[in-house]
């Protein structure tokens, strides 16, 4: 008697799908596809953040080069921030006939806030405090050594001049420097700028990294963990080396 079809074994002519896969294989085929597609996704994001940072690296080093300028035509005097101008004096439009493509240099590429600060006539790129904004006392009286000149600054390569801003910074001219003399904590420093802003994931601040601007006109990425581990052992990454009387 012949068994009918339906109750025949299978092998592996029956379990093969009617494209010529078993499931096996087509399983390991949505996995390779899957796989790839995330190598793929993980290499196009990491290739956007080294071009933003790349851009950004740029827009510091003119910055840099203006900031440099900017002395030369002014008896040696960097611009001042708005903490002493007030809102029509931001640092940035003192550098606007000395940069190229202005809009594009004030903006950081990777800023979320970015179109924000745009229009709103913001920079993402601030100041340090401890250059650009003079120690006073309640008088008016200087309270701290002058340092809004190049030649004030004795370790030019090791002094900051300007970072990327934090999202948490309002998007308005106003918003152009730190506050780095109350740099106290890894909290405090993240209200000011982004050590994270490229290649961190938005959480946790210590990963990722960030550019800055340094007296000497060098642009230098520093990894945050790097950048936490210094703060939470008492240095502050803002204050220049080489300087006494700060605090």
Not at 120 to 130: E, H
């Amino acid at each position: 008697m012949q068994i009918p079809a339906v109750l025949r074994p299978c092998n592996e002519k029956t379990s093969r799908l009617r494209g010529g896969f078993t499931l096996v294989e087509l399983l390991v085929v949505i996995v390779l596809v899957a796989t790839l597609t995330t190598l793929a996704a993980v290499g196009i994001r990491g290739g956007i953040t080294a071009s933003r940072q790349a851009a950004s690296t740029v827009n510091l080093r003119n910055i840099g080069v203006a900031l440099q300028s900017y002395a030369d035509d002014h008896n040696g005097v960097y611009p001042e921030t708005t903490h002493s101008t007030g809102l029509a004096g931001a640092w940035i439009y003192s550098l606007e006939r000395y940069l190229g493509k202005f809009d594009e240099v004030r903006i950081c590429p990777a800023d979320p806030r970015g179109k924000e600060r745009l229009e709103a006539r913001g920079s993402s790129y601030i100041l340090n405090s401890y250059i650009f904004v003079p120690m006073v006392g309640p008088f008016g009286q200087p309270t701290g050594p002058k340092l809004n000149r190049p030649n004030a600054i004795p370790q030019p390569e090791r002094t900051i001049l300007a970072f990327i801003c934090s999202d948490r910074m309002g998007v308005g001219p106003g918003n152009d420097h730190t506050h780095s003399q109350l740099w106290k904590s890894w909290s405090a420093v993240c209200d000011d700028i982004a050590p994270d802003r490229f290649g961190g994931d938005g959480k946790n601040r210590a990963k990722g990294r960030s550019v800055y601007l340094h007296a000497d006109g060098s642009v230098v990425a520093i990894p945050a963990a790097e950048l936490k581990q210094r703060t939470e052992s008492g240095i502050n990454i803002a204050k220049p080396p080489g300087v006494s009387g700060l605090p």
